[in-house]
C-alpha cells in the first residue's frame, strides 16, 4: 500500500520559514516522483515543485522558484520542502504526491497517490 504522509505546516508571519515533510512508504522510493501541490480557497490546484527520484530532478512553480527548496532523503524514504521568504499569498493546503511517471503530471495534478495535506498559514 502506497503510503504518504505529509506534515511541517503551520502559522508563520511574510518573511518567515517553514519545512514541509513528505514521508513515503509502500514502494520503492526511488523509482517515483515526489511532487507537492497547493490549493487555497477559490483557487485552483497549482503544482509547486517536484523531485524525479530516478534521476534527481527538480522543477518549481515560478511563483516560488528562488524561495523554495525540493529535496529529498532516500535512506529516511522522505522528500522536504523548505519554505523561505514566506508571502501570505503562499497561504495554501499543501500536499505531496507521488508518481511512477515522474514529474510531467505538475502541471496537471496527474499524481497517482496523495498525501492528506498540511495546512500552510501565512500573516502579512
Known amino acids: 500500500e502506497v503510503q504518504l504522509v505529509d506534515s511541517g505546516g503551520g502559522l508563520v508571519q511574510a518573511g518567515g520559514s517553514l519545512r514541509l515533510s513528505c514521508a513515503a512508504s509502500g514502494f520503492t522510493f526511488d523509482d517515483y516522483a515526489i511532487g507537492w501541490f497547493r490549493q487555497a480557497p477559490g483557487k485552483e490546484r497549482e503544482g509547486v515543485s517536484c523531485i524525479n527520484n530516478s534521476d534527481g530532478s527538480t522543477y518549481y512553480a515560478s511563483s516560488v522558484k528562488g524561495r ?45 497517490s496523495w498525501g492528506q495535506g498540511t495546512q500552510v498559514t501565512v500573516s502579512s
Do not use: H
Not at 514566506?86 to 500536499?95: H, I
Not at 511512477?100 to 495534478?109: K, Q, R, V
Open 68 to 112: 523554495f527548496t525540493i529535496s529529498s532523503d532516500s535512506a529516511k524514504n522522505t522528500v522536504y520542502l523548505q519554505l523561505n521568504s514566506l508571502k501570505p499569498e503562499d497561504t495554501a493546503v499543501y500536499y505531496c504526491a507521488a508518481d511512477y511517471w515522474g514529474c510531467s503530471g505538475l502541471a496537471t495534478g496527474d499524481f497517482g
